[in-house]
């Protein structure tokens, strides 16, 4: 009997996040890493969606079976009793705008053979957020699935001996090559292209073959550029701004969701932007909306831009 091939797959760390909100007087630690984030939001949209990760020994089993509950395939997560889980601290400024990374404990690097024998998925997301993805991991996914997508954040970070973050690791770009669809903040494309204006640093992250180009830019909404032709993809009101992590996570999921039921780049955006804009109503990941009301949202976001 084949196995079952799932919509979406994740790959990169899992991490134990503490959070420092402004509005609350104690840091609270909850489940997080991009993996965390864009699997549920494949879900929430009906989507099935798996992840391949390694944890180590401090790793709750309370995490585990959340995210089963979710219905989150696990089946590509190991675990090891002997090696720290990948820890963040995130701390934000009082308008929420900016935000102080810094890495507690990182885990185990990720390689071909820890995808699963037989894997396949429609799409395979490559998250990393510390280093733990080498190329000859993307290699191996590129025979897994017919679309990848990559956030490269994880790929550009450097740590200091204080678990101090900054942009500027050495990348290996013929990760690029293998890549579909990539999706960054504006800061990140500029740290990796060089460039110091977003036309050019879409231009130099088209010319390596990537077809379609997302750059999020927070409150300003996204960029998204597909066969020569840009469009600014406007921020979804939210209800509540509580907690902005994920958001970005979120908007790759959903739209990645949509793409693969050949629905136009365009409207894959407005759900996106849709999506991100309830997970910030809720902190860490706990909130993610009804699929009713993303739907609703982005219809909005997609015949305000038909219109224009």
């Given at each position: 009997m084949a196995a079952q091939i799932c919509d979406i797959a994740v790959v990169g760390h899992f991490s134990i996040d503490t959070i420092l909100l402004p509005s609350r007087t104690k840091p609270f630690i909850i489940l997080g890493g991009s993996a965390t984030y864009t699997s549920f939001a494949v879900k929430s949209l009906d989507a099935t969606a798996s992840?391949?990760?390694?944890?180590?020994?401090?790793?709750?089993?309370?995490?585990?079976?959340?995210?089963?509950?979710?219905?989150?395939?696990?089946?590509?997560?190991?675990?090891?009793?002997?090696?720290?889980?990948?820890?963040?601290e995130l701390s934000y400024s009082k308008d929420l705008s900016e935000r102080t990374l810094t890495l507690k404990s990182k885990g185990p690097l990720l390689g071909p053979d820890d995808v699963p024998k037989d894997f396949r998925a429609k799409a395979v997301h490559i998250a990393p957020i510390a280093n733990e993805i080498p190329y000859e991991l993307v290699e191996r996914l590129k025979g897994c699935a017919d679309v990848l997508s990559l956030d490269p954040q994880g790929l550009l970070r450097s740590f200091d001996e204080a678990g101090n973050v900054t942009e500027n690791a050495c990348v290996d770009y013929r990760i690029f090559s293998l890549i579909n669809i990539y999706k960054s903040s504006q800061n990140e494309i500029y740290a990796l292209t060089g460039e110091s204006e977003l036309?050019?640093?879409?231009?130099?992250?088209?010319?390596?073959?990537?077809?379609?180009?997302?750059?999020?830019?927070?409150?300003?909404?996204?960029?998204?550029?597909?066969?020569?032709?840009?469009?600014?993809?406007?921020?979804?009101?939210?209800?509540?701004?509580?907690?902005?992590?994920?958001?970005?996570?979120?908007?790759?999921?959903?739209?990645?969701?949509?793409?693969?039921?050949?629905?136009?780049?365009?409207?894959?955006?407005?759900?996106?932007?849709?999506?991100?804009?309830?997970v910030v109503e809720g902190l860490g990941p706990t909130y993610f909306g009804r699929k009713e009301e993303i739907y609703r949202r982005a219809n909005s976001l997609y015949e305000k831009k038909l219109k224009q």
């Open positions: 992840v391949i990760s390694k944890v180590g020994g401090n790793f709750p089993e309370a995490y585990l079976w959340w995210l089963g509950q979710e219905g989150i395939d696990l089946s590509g997560v190991t675990k090891s009793a002997s090696e720290p889980t990948t820890c963040f036309k050019p640093a879409i231009k130099a992250i088209h010319d390596v073959g990537v077809e379609t180009v997302i750059v999020t830019m927070g409150a300003k909404g996204s960029i998204l550029s597909v066969e020569g032709a840009q469009y600014n993809i406007e921020a979804c009101p939210s209800q509540v701004l509580v907690d902005p992590t994920g958001a970005g996570d979120v908007f790759i999921g959903s739209f990645l969701t949509e793409y693969l039921r050949q629905k136009e780049s365009l409207w894959c955006a407005s759900v996106g932007s849709a999506a991100a804009s309830c």
